[in-house]
């Protein structure tokens, strides 16, 4: 077993001051921050979640996207000037901390761990389901086999990692790619058996862009799913503690934002819309089998399992890095058990990372155990849980940059464009999201279980505060 250090000093003076050093090895570099960026923004929402997508409002979809990614990229920003301004592991509870009070720090690490556990849970319950396409073994031995490698290799560095989302990453990367250009050849060559049929007048042609029963009613109606096909986009964030040149790195990596959504959202829909016309799409079958289908390709159905599993063993491995990080910052800061700061000798959160890890075991169990509605809710109240972050980064922002522009802080080198407005107007958007989420039965569900989760945390915090009422975690920053 990996041995522990518990650096001494952690446990003083950085839970006064978090960003004077947080005792991470700053092992990953720009090559792997640069995948886990492009990373994040690709998931099995883009490769099985948009064929539902297309189904309701049509190509009109890959509007969506582009509104939402726009969105999106002001977040990012947001989270830039503020990751500029002070780089931190933990950033979003931090951040939280500092601008908005400690009860938003507690609920923003507490939330956001709860977010990736969840996450954790349903994505190698998904990777053990994809593994029987091929071999007809127990679901509940390959989801143990891939939580044990995934949680050995996020303990042995945080290297390991970063090159584990590279890869990862890579194979995303790669089939979309692959599909954009062998789509492109179909439109210009003929070739296939769809070459006779592919036209980028599928776009319109087949009951106008706004095809969907509600015309542009569909289309407002869908973007709670394209919203949560971006979830995980602000883990870049959690990783500035541990870049090995952050001020660089992390800038480069958020600026590439609009051109990954570019290509590998509205990209790819535009070109498989215009070789597979939407009408022939369905819920719950992925876009990407379709267009094999329409192809001829018999073996695009192994290719998509095999990505989409990539897809899910990427977002685990996402989990077991976030969940250990934001439980030690919460440590660090007196909001959670002392026993979360201890680092192993190459500087992975050792206590963390492991009950982290332990409870997405019990979560497969219980998955396995009791499949249906009830766990459903539970990953639906994830995706809520996981949009609270990027409140959370708006709102910082905003009350960073007023700060900044009266002089009582130092301006960040990486500013947001817009000032605050634009974080204000992604602020409304998310909100409109939350609208329409109220309006789907399948999803109001989530609504109700956030403020369940929300006493739970001002319970608990209460409690804290009242055993420690002096404390510094409790006490605002100035």
């Not at 929402?45 to 509007?63: N, Q, V």
């Not at 091929?134 to 390959?142: N, V």
């Amino acid at each position: 077993m990996t041995s522990v250090q518990v650096d001494k000093q952690h446990d003083g003076n950085e839970a006064a001051d978090p960003a004077s050093g947080e005792g991470y090895h700053r092992a990953l570099g720009a090559r792997q921050i640069q995948m886990i960026a492009i990373g994040g923004a690709i998931g099995t929402g883009l490769f099985l979640g948009a064929g539902k997508g297309i189904s309701i409002a049509g190509p009109s979809l890959i509007l969506a996207y582009a509104i939402a990614g726009l969105v999106i990229f002001f977040i990012m920003r947001a989270l830039g000037e503020l990751l500029m301004y002070r780089p931190v592991s933990g950033s979003f509870s931090e951040y939280a901390r500092e601008f908005i009070g400690p009860f938003a720090g507690f609920a923003t690490g507490w939330t956001y761990w709860l977010f990736w556990v969840v996450t954790g849970i349903t994505e190698v319950t998904a990777a053990a389901t994809y593994m029987t396409y091929w071999w007809d073994i127990p679901q509940w031995l390959s989801a143990l086999v891939f939580t044990v490698i995934l949680y050995a290799a996020n303990l042995i560095s945080v290297k390991l990692f970063g090159e584990l989302e590279f890869w990862f990453s890579m194979v995303k990367v790669t089939a979309i790619v692959g599909m954009i250009l062998i789509c492109a050849g179909i439109l210009t060559l003929g070739f296939s058996d769809a070459g006779d049929t592919a036209s980028v007048t599928h776009l319109w042609d087949l009951g106008g862009f706004f095809a969907g029963e509600n015309g542009i009613g569909s289309t407002l109606m869908t973007l709670q799913m394209v919203m949560f096909a971006f979830l995980a986009v602000e883990l870049v964030g959690v990783t500035a503690g541990e870049s090995k040149d952050p001020k660089t790195v992390l800038p480069k990596a958020i600026n590439t934002v609009p051109w990954r959504i570019a290509v590998f959202y509205v990209g790819a829909l535009i070109m498989i819309l215009s070789v597979v016309p939407w009408t022939e799409f369905k819920p719950g079958v992925s876009p990407f089998v379709a267009a094999f289908e329409k192809m001829g390709l018999g073996v695009g159905a192994a290719i998509v399992n095999f990505v989409v599993l990539t897809a899910a063993l990427s977002s685990c491995n996402s989990g077991m890095y976030s969940t250990g990080r934001m439980l030690r910052d919460l440590a660090l800061n007196g909001q959670g058990p002392k026993v979360f700061t201890r680092l192993t000798k190459s500087g992975t959160p050792l206590v963390g990372t492991t009950v982290s890890a332990a409870l997405m075991m019990v979560g497969v169990w219980v998955n396995y155990q009791w499949p249906g509605e009830a766990f459903n809710y539970v990953v639906s109240f994830a995706t809520i849980s996981g949009m609270w972050a990027w409140i959370v980064i708006l709102i910082c922002q905003i009350r960073y940059r007023l700060k900044a522009d009266r002089g009582e802080l130092p301006q960040s080198p990486f500013k947001a464009p817009g000032g605050i407005w634009f974080s204000v107007f992604s602020l409304a958007f998310i909100g409109m999201v939350v609208v329409t989420m109220g309006m789907d039965a399948d999803n109001r569900v989530a609504l109700y279980g956030a403020p369940v989760w929300g006493l739970i945390l001002a319970v608990s915090y209460l409690v804290l505060k009242a055993r420690n009422p002096q404390g510094a975690a409790f006490a605002k920053r100035s």
